[in-house]
């Protein structure tokens, strides 16, 4: 494998761990095999153009074709992106961290408030969404009104305001497509008859 083909595969599998998927979970999405992605990352086969772009696609990334002289700009932007990127992700599992702990802290004090098993349920559910699914004010949000709870005379009002928040973040992680991404994933539409197997 040549070293701007290996570079690929670098980028690939590095937008694969950013956004949180297994190889697995890629595979489903972009319809290339498993074992496919696997001998791609590996650098042990050469990197098809549909097998790219689907596997492009999949991870939210756009294939250009960047005249030599803007190949610098552009990484640098790209860069910027990534780094933009990991940081909301970064504070995103930082609010969820301080969300599980202040609701452990209310299940000890509060274990026999009503609804409240049922909030917990819903920030456990939180946990099945990739983390750059999630907004992070939103997120802030809900943080913010869950330590509400533990103050008297605010349990419940908080606590019905909390589910609704929960209701919000859980619908717009599920129906709305990534960030910077007019398209919800799914997997491509076309093949590259012409080209020879990967293998």
């Known amino acids: ?10 980028r690939l599998q590095a937008a694969r761990k950013t956004k949180g998927l297994s190889q697995r979970e890629l595979s489903e999405l972009a319809g290339v095999p498993q074992a496919q992605i696997s001998r791609i990352e590996a650098g042990t086969v050469d990197l098809r153009l549909s097998s790219l772009a689907a596997l492009a696609h999949a991870l939210d990334l756009e294939l250009a074709l960047v005249p030599r002289k803007a190949v610098a700009v552009v990484r640098s932007l790209s860069r910027d992106a990534i780094s933009s990127n990991r940081k909301d ?20 004090s509060m274990p026999d408030l009503e609804g409240l ?12 969404f990739r983390v750059s699914m999630l907004d992070l004010e939103e997120m802030k949000k809900l943080r913010h009104i869950i330590e509400q709870i533990g103050r008297p005379g605010k349990e419940m ?24 991404s007019g398209d919800t ?15």
């Open 1 to 10: 494998m040549s070293y701007d083909i290996t570079g690929i595969a670098e």
């Open 89 to 108: 992700v970064v504070a995103i599992q930082k609010e969820m961290q301080r969300i599980s702990e202040t609701m452990r802290g209310i299940q000890m």
């Open 117 to 128: 098993q049922r909030l917990q349920k819903s920030i456990s559910d939180l946990h099945r």
């Open 157 to 180: 009002v908080s606590l019905n305001e909390s589910l609704k928040i929960m209701r919000t973040i859980r619908n717009k992680a599920s129906h709305d497509p990534l960030p910077d």
């Open 185 to 199: 994933l799914s997997r491509p539409a076309y093949s590259l008859d012409e080209e020879d197997d990967d293998a």
